[in-house]
Structures are given as C-alpha cells and as structure tokens.
C-alpha cells in the first residue's frame, strides 16, 4: 500500500516534509517496507485541510504531531 | 532569424574602484547594438569618459544617427582631462543583426577578432576619417559557428610589469581564441576563460583595466513557463494544448497546473523525493516536460538565487549554490543558462487555501513573484513575456 503525501505549496509550509520523514522512519522501524512505502503527490485538492495525505483512497489531515497517532489508528490495521 | 548572444565583462585596474572601460547595449527589434569603449587613464576619469562616450554612441546609433553626426557629439561633449588637455576615449561598435549581418566601427581599439572553430579570420575594413580620427568600418557576414571578440588594450598588455615583459600580445591572444574555439564554445565561457588568463598573468593585480566582449548568433532558447490553474477550468485543455505546442522548453510550476498537464497529456506525475528538501519541495517528471515543481515557494527561492546571481559582488559565492539539485536551484539554471526568452503562462486562478489567514503567499503575492521573476530575466539582457491565462 502506498501513503501520498501532498507537497502542494500549502502543504510543504505546513510540514509535508516532516510528515515524510516519520512516515519514512515509523516504516523503517516497523520493518514494513515490502508492504507499505510513502511518496508524494502534488496537489490533492484539499488544501484547507494541509497536510493532506491521501491512504487507501480516502484524503485526511495530518500534522506533524499527529502523524504517529495517524500512523498507528490508521495506516497500521490495514496493513498489518 | 537568429538570437544575438553576447558577453562581456571587465576587471578594474588594481586599486581602483571604478572602471575605466565600459561596455553599452542597446537591445533592438532587428538587432544589438555594442559600445565597447576605453577612457583615457583609470579611476573616475576614465570612467566617466567610458561611460559617456559609449552610452551617446549607442543611443544615438539606436536612434539612426549617422556614424559622422556620432562622432562628431562625442568629440564635443566630453570634459577635456585638465592634465593631458585631451578629451580622448575609445570605442569599438558592434552592430550585429538577427540575419548575422554585422556592421563595426573601431577607433583606437585592439582589433576585433573573428575566430571560428580554431581559426582566425581577417575582416576586411575600410579607413575612414571623421573629425581628424581615424575610423575602420567593416560590414560582414556572421554564421553560427563564428564568434567575435572585441578587447580593450588591458587586454593586450596583460602581464606587464608582472609576469610579461612585453604583455601578453595580440598574436598571443590571438592563439589562445583559437585554441579555446576549437570545440563550440560559449560567449560566457569565452570571456570568462580570457579575463581569467588576463588576471593569472596580472597576477590578480591588473595594471590596466581589462575587458572583453564575445558576440555570436545562435537558435533562441526559448521556455515556456507554466504556472497557476487557468481562470476558468473550461480552458485546462485548450491551454495546455497550446503551451505544448509552442516553440522551446516547458516549464510548470505548480501543483495543480502540474495535476492539469499531467491530465491533458494522460500520464501520472511522478515525484523525485531524492530531490527533497527541508526548504524546497521535491521536483516531478512528466514526459515532454523539461522540469516540474512546486510553484510559490520554489519560485521563491529561484527569484533570491537568481537576485544573488545578478548582483556582481554576491555572484562568485551563488554559484556553488546554482548546481544543488533542487527545484529551485533547477529552475534558476534553467533560466540563467538555457533561456534567451521567458514566456510566462500565468494562471488566473484563486487557490482559496492559499487566501486563507496565516498563509502568506496568496494571491496577489504570486502576481508579484511573477513580476519579479520577469524584472530579473530581463535584467539578465533576456526578453520577456506574461500572459494571463
């Protein structure tokens, strides 16, 4: 599965490039890698709700301080 | 037609604070005009009569003044130096038009030099005299693979009293043009090499102030750059139709307008996440498109390089800075090496995100970027155009 994280310009000034490191990091640690990976995506569209990172079809709001609590309630099920 | 693409720059005599040489170029619709021109001494006072006579030349050849009527101003308008009892200065006119026809004038410069492919060749002039000076005029052809390179005597005597006895010489420069035109070489990297030997043999101490001028005709580079939505969303297509089948490079900046191209072209915008950084948002690829990126923030970054870029005193420390792989470092090469003429297609349209309280850069601060990206381009001696989409 992939999670798209937007680096639209709203996006990057709210911390898209934060959010892509932990994810990069939670994924390392969790030895996820053969079935999860991030990359980024321009413009989701919903850039009222920057950070917008976009998961199983579905666009949500994430900051950098929730996106370990993003990680775990909702990346983590599907996947594992 | 051709582009006309010139290059020139100078060092100041040791010492000194102002040069002594001066170069002027008037940008016409069916050619360029260039006044190389040496003032008599160094310091203020050379510069002064540098500076004034190559900015009458050119300005009165632009306007379609005789080379007489010319002249005749120049002699009459500067101040006569109170030591010498002169009133002296010298110039070389380059006139080359986008066909590469090409007009000069000199007075009392080191001759031009016409090179091509590790050649030097002779260019047949007539004398003329003009208010007691004598004049040699030549109207020649160019083709692509010739360049000329006009010298002031700083030039010629390079090393004096230094590492030359004699200087470095015209039958020496001559040599060295030939050898560096061997491979197709750039105007840039032409009088970037030759002040450079000039400086080694000065040994950084320049007695004379020292310039050079390299012209050569070429194919325009042009880019089109993309930036912003389209006002209405009804003309997405039709627009991005029309951009691809322009003349030149692409360019897009921006998110959405990359979502848009990537739509009408039917492919998936792919991002290069190696090209991340904590300041510049990662650059994507679309096949037919020479470059992708984020578009405020980016350009932002591009406009301060490019600023540093433009300003004498802070270019040496930018370059360095230029060939980091970003998207801004990426766009502002792109502009400062592979582009004659910037179209800007600029969309209209209002991101309400981006008006949102908090967010800096909204609307109208991406109309300002834009016309400060616009205003340096062509501080670089490039044409430029906006289009609102």
């Not at chain 2, 006309?4 to 720059?9: E, G, H, K, L, P």
């Not at chain 2, 492919?117 to 208010?131: A, D, F, L, M, Q």
């Not at chain 2, 700083?154 to 039958?171: D, I």
């Not at chain 2, 502009?335 to 910037?342: A, G, M, N, P, S």
Request: net charge negative; charged share 25%.
């Amino acid at each position: 599965m992939v999670i798209n994280v937007c680096i639209g310009s709203a996006c990057h000034l709210k911390g898209s490039y934060d959010i892509i490191k932990i994810f990069e990091k939670l994924i390392e640690e969790n030895k996820l890698s053969e079935k999860l990976s991030v990359k980024a995506s321009f413009c989701l569209g919903n850039c009222v709700g920057a950070v917008s990172v976009k998961f199983d079809d579905k666009v949500y709001s994430v900051q950098p301080d929730t996106a370990n609590e993003f990680f775990e309630s909702v990346v983590r099920e599907k996947v594992c | 037609m051709f582009f006309v693409d010139t290059a020139y720059n100078s060092i100041i005599k040791y010492g000194e604070e102002l040069c002594g040489d001066h170069v002027e170029q008037v940008n016409l619709p069916d050619s360029k005009i260039l006044v190389l021109s040496d003032g008599l001494g160094s310091g203020v006072k050379a510069n002064i009569l540098a500076t004034l006579t190559s900015k009458i030349a050119a300005t009165m050849l632009k306007e379609g003044a005789t080379l007489e009527d010319t002249i005749d101003t120049i002699v009459h308008t500067l101040p006569v130096c109170s030591e010498r009892k002169l009133a002296y200065s010298t110039f070389t006119i380059i006139k080359v038009y986008n066909d590469g026809n090409v007009y000069t004038a000199e007075f009392d410069n080191p001759s031009i030099f016409l090179i091509k492919k590790g050649e030097s060749y002779n260019i047949e002039k007539e004398k003329r005299i003009i208010n007691e000076k004598i004049i040699y005029e030549a109207n020649f052809k160019l083709d692509e693979e010739s360049m000329l390179v006009a010298v002031s005597d700083g030039v010629v005597h390079a090393g004096v009293g230094k590492s030359l006895c004699l200087g470095w010489q015209r039958e020496n420069v001559e040599k060295y043009l030939k050898e560096i035109s061997q491979n197709n070489i750039s105007t840039k990297a032409t009088i970037r090499k030759v002040l450079h030997q000039c400086n080694t043999y000065y040994e950084g101490e320049a007695g004379d102030d020292t310039t050079v001028l390299a012209v050569k005709i070429r194919r325009q580079n042009k880019i089109n750059l993309f930036t912003g939505p389209p006002k209405n969303p009804d003309d997405d297509f039709i627009i991005v139709n029309e951009i691809l089948k322009s003349d030149g490079k692409v360019v897009v900046c921006g998110g959405t307008t990359a979502n848009i191209i990537a739509r009408a072209l039917n492919c998936e915008v792919e991002i290069d996440l190696s090209t991340m950084t904590p300041t510049v948002p990662p650059v994507a690829v679309i096949p037919k498109v020479e470059l992708v990126t984020e578009g405020v923030i980016t350009i932002n970054k591009a406009i301060e390089l490019i600023k540093s870029y433009n300003n004498p005193r802070e270019m040496p420390y930018i370059l360095p800075k230029l060939q980091e792989r970003n998207a801004a470092a990426m766009l502002a090469r792109l502009l400062i090496e592979d582009c004659d003429k910037l179209n800007l297609w600029v969309g209209q349209a209002v991101n309400p995100a981006h008006q949102a309280e908090g967010f800096d850069m909204n609307f109208n601060f991406k109309i300002n970027q834009i016309k400060e990206l616009a205003h340096l381009v062509e501080e670089m001696g490039k044409e430029v155009k906006i289009k609102y989409i």
